[in-house]
């Protein structure tokens, strides 16, 4: 059972920058699409962005795009989110996902229910 921790949320001012970092336990990683996805009080869990095991290919919601970058680095064994020009919408719990087994390298995700592991999530939120 792979382990995901993130980190790096917190409170930020609109327009306001934050990096989040989602660790995985194990090196197994690197076979893993990655996805970040955010939950808004008395909302559905929703993706902000996904990226291919290979990381030659991403998904950005509409709502991020432009905004947000996902990349991944397999040495460390960690994806990240830097998101910049924050707004108050943007304000949710973040929650790093791992799915396991993708198709074909080049493959990202966006269902909630692809997805085999979850981390524990990460408050952010946006201050107008």
């Known amino acids: 059972q792979v382990q995901l921790v993130e980190s790096g949320g917190g409170l930020v001012q609109a327009g306001g920058s934050l990096r989040l970092s989602c660790a995985a336990s194990?090196?197994?990683?690197?076979?893993?699409?990655m996805g970040w996805f955010r939950q808004a009080p008395g909302k559905e869990r929703e993706i902000a962005a996904a990226?291919?095991?290979?990381?030659?290919?991403?998904y950005y919601a509409d709502s991020v795009k432009g905004r947000f970058t996902i990349s991944r680095d397999n040495a460390k064994n960690t994806v990240y989110l830097q998101m910049n020009s924050l707004n108050p919408e943007d304000t949710a719990v973040y929650y790093c996902?791992?799915?396991?087994?993708?198709?074909?390298?080049?493959?990202?995700?966006?269902?909630?229910?692809?997805?085999?592991?979850w981390g524990q999530g990460t408050q952010v939120t946006v201050s107008s």
């Open positions: 194990e090196r197994t990683f690197i076979n893993y699409a």
């Open positions: 990226i291919s095991r290979s990381g030659g290919s991403t």
């Open positions: 996902a791992a799915k396991r087994f993708p198709s074909y390298s080049g493959i990202y995700y966006t269902r909630r229910d692809a997805y085999d592991y």
